[in-house]
């Protein structure tokens, strides 16, 4: 057992419908959610500033996060296009729910002396919507009747989100229904007077970036994603039945999750680059190729060629941005921390693509 945490020391939607806050919430229709709930606390409390009984707890929370919502958009731009993707739409989701909570927060003016648009300002519900978003522990609570049926699942919890991630780590992490307590056991050794780390999730750098704002360093998790639709690039412009396997593919989910890893190419990327190489006359044995059947030795190979071209314009692409991104930090025309974590990510991510490329040339030298 590494920690035990009382339900009572949780912050959770509870908390918040006890506090002074709770006559607001319940009259407030439709009904707001568990998470704008906790958002709102977590500002009108730090707002109390020496007044709140969460003070200490607010006192050891970053006064700024480095996910992507919070990075500047020319930084973001510099970040892999999935990565990238999906920074653009997390940013447009907070920044719709900050405008739809705007009325809830008018109605709060009773509660303080300064204007509320001043309190609840984007940028206090940017640092409260990362404090939730990356620090919240999973735990299902019974449903509000004064809140919407958004899933209730979000509690935070202090002190134990000091806890910092490591991939090398196994650890249990759950609510204890008997003793009452969110407890975390771990299955990994400790040695006296060193840090001792739990473990977020499976998860690649760019997932652990956009969710908590890091990269792991050395992380086995990591891998480089390749989009479904790059894939067509790399398909000779003779091949008439091109729309066809892409069509086939994309039917059965082979343009999701691709990827390169420390390995290689993903069995899901490999296969469907197989699929993509068949030649005319062998395109109706592309079920044997999603089946993992070797289908010929020019298939296996054409498929190797075509692997290490995507791995090298993905090599060819990542030292171009690490160039850049080493002339805007001598520039000093964007925050260098953010500029850092960019270059973190995509250094790891040359590595991993480095380690492809010899695999997949071994391989390709094995081939008859």
Known sequence: MIISLPESCLLTTNTVIRSSLGPYMKKWKPPPSPLLALCTFLISERHAGGQSLWKSYLDILPKSYTCPVCLEPDVVDLLPQPLKAKAEEQRADVQDFFASSRAFFS???PLFVEPVDGIFSYSAF????CTVNT??????STRQECLSAEPDTCALAPYLDLLNHS????VKAAFNEKTGCY???????CRKHEQVFICYGPYDNQRLLLEYGFVSVCNPHACVPVPGETLVKYLPAADKQAHKKMSILKDRGFTENLTFGWDGPSWRLFTALKLLCLEAEKFMSWKKVLLGEVISDTNEKTSLGMAQRICSDFIEETQAVLRKVSDLKEGKTLPTHQLSLVEALRMEELRILQASAEIVSSSRARCP
């Open 135 to 140: 620090r919240a522990v999973y735990l299902r």
């Open 167 to 170: 991939p090398h780590v196994q």
């Open 126 to 129: 940017l640092w409260a919507w």
């Open 183 to 189: 407890e975390i056991r771990t299955a990994s050794r």
């Open 107 to 109: 109605t709060l003016q």
